[in-house]
């Protein structure tokens, strides 16, 4: 029924599907911080290039202050997103091509969930401590950002994976 | 086969959050954390589903991800027009504001980019270009972030209806 490619102890086959939509997930992640790390670039270019950069920036501040301040700078000019996004895409990043030797297609009892208490509590903590002004540290915002972003990715996937995984089974045994 | 109920009123709700939280000012800051309002609203979308859920009713990852994807987007639709709105009642021009702090974060423009930044001068209110590019914008950004809210709220609602096969195939 499935193409398969391996068969686990699980008995749930790796099939393309599962191959595809990591594929997209991935890619599309890739795309995301290759925008972001472009801009800058794009602007030293200059001419229509830097109209790509200010296109860049302009979707980013949707979801981004953008302040040059609290961003980390490439060839003079401040990434498109703050230090503390840039960690968290890049964690993103890291944790979906790595998913696959961490978690794993299927693991039934990962801890992802105790994780992602910890890692949001870390940001909470680091964020509340910049937002006061006691201690402010562009590592530090990307790093906390960076254990986020690997922790959101990893429930991501455990999610659509499970839920793959479930409709196989029933399928299987139908 | 449990009849299950409507995603389409939690997703308006979820989506008529994100738009409200995303629009008004000072409170629209949350979306610079990770996208929050966005996140949050699928979220709300997923749990509102969820309590109307009845209990032999199955409940996937899927249908978690398919409610985040529908708030997103009337989150998106109902946040652009909640913008116009504000623009118009508070006479602003967020299209104008966005590129000087663009420019003022010190990066170099070409020249001929300046007749576009005369051209939004120019428009009060609403530039076409501009309500075309924050639409498009904001429809790609929550629907990747409102799904994403709605697939991780549902893998934690779920657990207790895990172990019912999906029977809507």
Known sequence: MY????????????????????????????LWCIAFIASPRLIEMGGIHSLFAIGFRYFYSFICHQNPDRSFHVLGHSMAVC????????????GILTFPFTIGWFNEHS?????????????????TLSSLNLFSNLILRAGTGLTLGLGIASCALFAIFTHIQIRLKWRDST | ?????????????????????????????????????????????????????????EFTAGDGALLGLLAGLFGALFGSLLGLLMIGILDLNPGRDILNAIMEAGDEFPDEFESYMDDFDESS??????????????????????????????SLLQKKRVNQPPMNE
């Open chain 1, 3 to 30: 193409n398969t490619l391996f068969k686990r102890s699980t008995g749930i086959q790796f099939s393309r599907r599962f191959a595809m939509i990591y594929g997209v997930i991935a890619a599309g992640t890739l």
């Open chain 2, 125 to 154: 209110g609403v530039h076409p270009i501009f309500a075309m590019f924050s639409l498009t914008f904001s429809l790609i950004i929550n629907s990747i972030f409102s799904t994403l809210g709605g697939l991780i709220t549902a």
């Open chain 1, 111 to 127: 801890p992802w969930k105790k994780w992602l208490v910890i890692v949001i509590g870390l940001n909470l903590i680091e964020f």
């Open chain 1, 83 to 94: 230090a503390r996004c840039t960690g968290i895409y890049f964690g993103a990043l890291i």
């Open chain 2, 1 to 57: 086969m449990t009849e299950k109920p409507s995603k389409l009123k939690p997703a308006l709700i979820g989506g008529a959050a994100i738009a409200v939280f995303s629009s008004l000012p000072i409170l629209n800051f949350g979306n610079c954390f990770c996208c929050m309002w966005v996140i949050l609203g699928g979220v709300l979308a997923v749990y509102l589903y969820w309590k109307a859920l009845p209990p032999s009713a």
